[in-house]
């Protein structure tokens, strides 16, 4: 491989380099790879015990969910305050854990219990966007269009089927471009309301 030296570095040409894998990416079958390198995509936010339920959770331990979106749909998102096709969020679920090593108080993140990956992809999904439990490294298959999760983000989501309400640094962008949905506008009414 013929290689150039700039600055004393070297550097391999340009035909040499290896192609970027895209975030989204399929078996022949319609399976998910899974992406292993989602962490050092964007990192949105992390919530602890959250639940979209008001029945008493049976979990004898915190729940923390870091949330990470591809970069390229981010850089997207910023510019149009919508999410562009091929969009892909890792919810990566961690067990909280509170004496460890010198922790004295609060919690902190372990072992990671679970992962699951929203995706938007029109031409594939009929509501556009689709859920894969990411249960090991190996390809998984789209849960059902009227799945649970499917149905709450279509619901609820303030953004493109998206809880964009739960990201800090998103939900601003949202409101300035003006792309919230009228369902999670209709939901923050109802809560002013109920909460007068």
């Known amino acids: 491989m013929a290689v150039a030296l700039l600055g004393g570095l070297a550097v391999a040409p340009a035909s040499q380099a290896e192609p970027k894998t895209p975030a ?3 078996t022949p079958d319609g399976k998910l790879i899974y992406p292993k390198d989602y962490r050092s995509w964007i990192y949105l936010s992390s919530g602890m015990d959250m639940s979209y339920s008001d ?17 390229e ?6 510019k149009t305050g919508t999410w562009p ?3 892909i969020f890792v919810l990566e679920a961690r067990m909280g854990q509170g004496r460890g090593s010198i922790n004295k108080k609060g919690v902190y993140q372990a ?6 990956a929203h995706v ?3 031409a ?12 090991s490294d190996a390809p998984a298959p789209a849960l059902a ?5 499917n149905v709450c983000h279509e619901q609820h989501g303030a953004v493109d089927t998206t809880f964009v309400q739960f990201y800090p640094t998103l939900l601003p962008r949202a409101q300035e471009m003006r792309t919230l949905s009228a369902a999670y506008l209709a939901d923050e009414e109802k809560d002013k309301a109920t909460s007068r």
């Open 24 to 26: 989204v990416a399929y």
């Open 55 to 71: 029945a008493p959770g049976a979990a004898d331990h915190h729940m923390f969910d870091n949330v990470f979106v591809n970069r």
């Open 73 to 78: 749909a981010y850089e997207a998102y910023q």
């Open 85 to 87: 096709d091929k969009t």
């Open 111 to 116: 072992d990671a219990m679970g992962r699951e």
């Open 120 to 122: 938007k992809d029109t």
């Open 124 to 135: 594939r999904f009929k509501s556009g966007w689709a859920f894969f439990p990411l249960n």
């Open 145 to 149: 269009q009227t799945s649970q999760c």
